[in-house]
């Protein structure tokens, strides 16, 4: 019976070990949650029902208005997203691929179905626009590539300054195109509905693009031939932007508003595309 009382004391101390008596003692699903205020800080620590104390993954301590210095430790491949009113978390897409129409009339030559834009999203922030967070404005910075295709009998390529498009003569030519590579700045107005653990989503606004390396090839088997880089180019665009979708799948569409080239044809490009987020 003495032993029996002994075991019974020690298993009841335990827990007193390990929480003072000033201690704050809440039960939780399973979970023990102790609050412990000393003279400088209020803490928090959980425990599960075998009295293990689990580990922190975001800051529980607190002060009363005092100066600190807070250091915190995370993984990159533990998301931590505060929810903030302030804070909005938009739907650029991560990758995105598609059609880029050079929508320069048939005087272009234009083969739609081999043109194709290509990009990334290297950057994104939001800024919350009402309480429930559902509208917020979208900016970032994107990067990609274009190729514009045109009928192989035909070349982009400069008259006295001034791109036009011309007969190729030399034999054999698989593709003609015009290529180019761009950095876009979008500032979009989002707005987003979250079920479950996805979001049904649509944005609307404006881009500013700079254009570099405009230059127009042919290629005759695995061999390119340049033809030129003075297409009078305008290095910086001002487009009209859409997406819309839901999880982590979008469709996109741009028109730019600036000609591709300040002189020659009139070109407007159109993209039309998908985006994946990861």
Known sequence: MKQLLLTLALVAAIPAMAIEEKDTIIHYADRQIVVSTDSVATNVAIYDK??????????????????????????????????????????????????????????????????????????????????????????????????????AHYMLTDIDGTPNMVVNEAEGVKTSFLKYGFLRVPLMIEWKNTFSRSSAFIGFGCSIEWREEVRSKYRIGHKRYPITRNLDANTVGVNLEAYIGFGNFSLYAHYSLTKLMKSGPACHPFGIGFGLDF
């Open 50 to 151: 075998e009295g293990d104390e689990l580990v922190k993954t975001k800051e529980t301590s607190y002060v009363d208005g005092q100066e600190v210095e807070r250091i915190f430790v995370s993984s990159p491949f533990v998301p931590i997203k505060k929810r903030n009113r302030l804070n909005f978390y938009g739907h650029l897409p991560d990758i995105f691929i598609g059609t880029n129409i050079l929508n320069g009339g048939p005087e272009m030559h234009s083969r739609d179905s081999k043109s194709l834009e290509w990009g990334i999203s290297c950057l994104q922030v939001g800024f919350g626009l009402n309480n429930s967070n559902s509208l917020g404005l979208v900016s970032g910075l994107q990067a990609g590539f274009i190729h514009n295709h045109f009928d």
